[in-house]
């Protein structure tokens, strides 16, 4: 089938593909002479687009080899010249001068309109082959260069990391330095400072205590005289030492805010160094590269170079600073701590004179205190097994309630005429009345001793409360203020020393 159409389409002059590509002999009288065929390619244009045969509908293959089987085309050709388009009828006839519409001369210069283009195409095409291989070597070239300068500019990149890093390094480095110091010489002032607590508390209950005895324990004498000076002492010498403890908190806040701002900048350049250097000695077969589409375009960078020295520049400059007034500190808390040492040691051996009159009376009043005291426990002691008895006895009635309660209750559920108000029932009411008013009676005594059991404990309250004012002034004076006044700070820890 797909012979036969092609056989009578080159039979018939049909302009397809195939019809070009396989030509079919042309008689030599349709061919037009040498001088004819070049004035035409020269006076008509190189080619008109065809729009005849590619639309139409094929024609059955009995009707190709009818037309095939024809020994010319005149006949054919000669008929269809008289017939006219107004007129044409679906015949065989009229169908064959539609599919041989087109000239030898048209032919020609199709052919050549095809030779021209197919020149022209082959042209463009080798010279846009040359034009993109040197387009390509010079945007290889370029592209190396591009990536040649980034290079160098990260090298000079790391270097410039790499200069502030060990400035950077140094400063902290010294700054780590003079913290520690100081937090040395802080730690001796808190320690001096935490030693005067001891004897102004020894000072201090001693006042306090001594104010709270009654009666003649009331006494204004030596021991309270030196104990007010002493207090006077230790908190002038604590007044001095906390302003100077204030000034060391605040310089150690102002060092470590320094040292802060330098471990972080050092951190950043120590990030930013691994990360450029990565950058750096990263390559074209290098492993980890990708794309990453539309990162040209975000632009997250806060600071130009000029601001970034900068910024690291005045880290460095304020940390200096910070240094050379935290070493002036230093020097102060050295010297108070030598003066106060002395102010409190020379009072606190006046005080330690006067505490040993008071003592002996004191102990004595205690003594009887405490004889009266044991008599009131023992009493209290008998109160509390009598109100224990008391309550044993409450609970085993209340047995005797449940039982007689019980049983009226069951009676209850006797049916209809067996609800009889027999001697049973009343005396089960009148056992219920006689229990309850002796479980009654019993509660009242059990008020009672509790009362009593309350007096005794409220006399125990005082006569302990008299007692422990006797302890604690004899605890001050003799156990406490003497106890600890033996072990007063030496001279090396009041200065902060261990």
């Known amino acids: 089938m797909y012979k036969s159409c092609l056989s009578t389409m080159e039979t018939l002059g049909s302009t397809l593909t195939s019809t070009y590509a396989q030509p079919a002999p042309t008689p030599t009288n349709f061919l037009p002479a040498i001088g004819t065929m070049a004035s035409s390619y020269r006076d008509h244009f190189p080619h008109y687009n065809l729009t005849h045969s590619l ?45 041989t519409r087109y000239t030898p001369d048209d032919w020609y210069r199709s052919n050549l309109t095809n030779y021209q283009e197919s020149n022209t195409s082959r042209h463009n095409s080798e010279r846009l082959r040359v034009n993109t291989s040197r387009l390509i070597q010079d945007k290889h070239q370029q592209t190396r260069k591009t990536q040649a300068d980034s290079t160098q500019n990260l090298g000079e990149r790391v270097n410039d990391i790499g200069f502030w890093k060990s400035e950077i390094t140094h400063e902290l480095d010294e700054m780590i330095g003079e913290t520690n110091a100081l937090t040395d010489i802080k730690k001796r002032l808190d320690r001096a400072l935490m030693e005067t607590e001891a004897p102004l508390q020894v000072a201090r209950e001693c006042l306090f205590h001594r104010e709270k005895r009654m009666g003649i324990d009331l006494v204004h004498d030596e021991v309270e005289t030196e104990l007010l000076m002493e207090g006077d002492v230790i908190l002038c010498c604590q007044e001095r030492m906390k302003l100077c403890l204030d000034k060391a ?46 990162v040209e375009r975000v632009d997250a960078t806060v600071s130009v170079p000029e601001s970034w020295a900068k910024f690291t520049d005045d880290n460095v400059l304020r940390s200096q600073s910070v240094r050379a007034a935290s070493a002036k500190l230093r020097d102060e808390i050295e010297n108070l701590l030598v003066v106060t040492a002395n102010e409190m040691w020379n009072q606190f051996n006046k005080v330690n004179l006067a505490f040993t009159n008071r003592i002996a009376e004191t102990a004595d009043a205690k003594n009887k205190i405490q004889i009266h005291l044991s008599k009131t426990l023992q009493e209290i002691f008998q109160t509390e097994m009598t109100i224990e008895s008391i309550k044993k006895a409450i609970k085993d009635k ?19 005429i067996e609800l009889c108000r027999d001697t049973a029932q009343l005396r089960l009411v009148n056992e219920v009345y006689e229990v309850d008013d002796i479980i009654q009676t019993l509660q009242q005594r059990l008020r009672d001793a509790e009362d009593t059991l ?45």
Not at 456 to 467: C, F, G, R, S, Y
Not at 482 to 494: A, D, Q, Y
Request: proline fraction near 5%; hydrophobic fraction near 30%; charged fraction near 25%.
């Open 55 to 99: 639309s139409l509908p094929w024609r059955p293959s009995t009707y190709y080899k009818a037309a095939s089987n024809s020994p010319t085309l005149g006949p054919y050709c000669t008929r269809s010249q008289r017939v006219r388009e107004s007129t044409m009828l679906p015949f065989v006839s009229n169908r064959t001068t539609l599919f």
């Open 249 to 294: 908190i605040a310089q150690l806040a102002s060092d470590r805010a320094a040292q802060h701002e330098l471990e972080k900048d050092l951190t950043d350049k120590q990030a930013a160094y691994r990360i450029d250097d990565k950058c750096h000695h990263l390559r074209n077969t290098s492993d980890g590269v990708s794309y990453f589409r539309g």
């Open 398 to 416: 209340s047995a005797f309630l449940k039982v007689a309660q019980t049983r009226l209750d069951e009676r209850t559920r006797r049916p209809n």
């Open 454 to 498: 309350q007096s005794l404990v409220h006399t125990k309250a005082t006569l302990e409360h008299d007692l422990a004012v006797k302890a604690n002034s004899l605890y001050i004076d003799q156990e406490k203020c003497m106890g600890i006044r033996k072990s007063f700070p030496n001279t090396l820890r009041l200065v902060g020393f261990c």
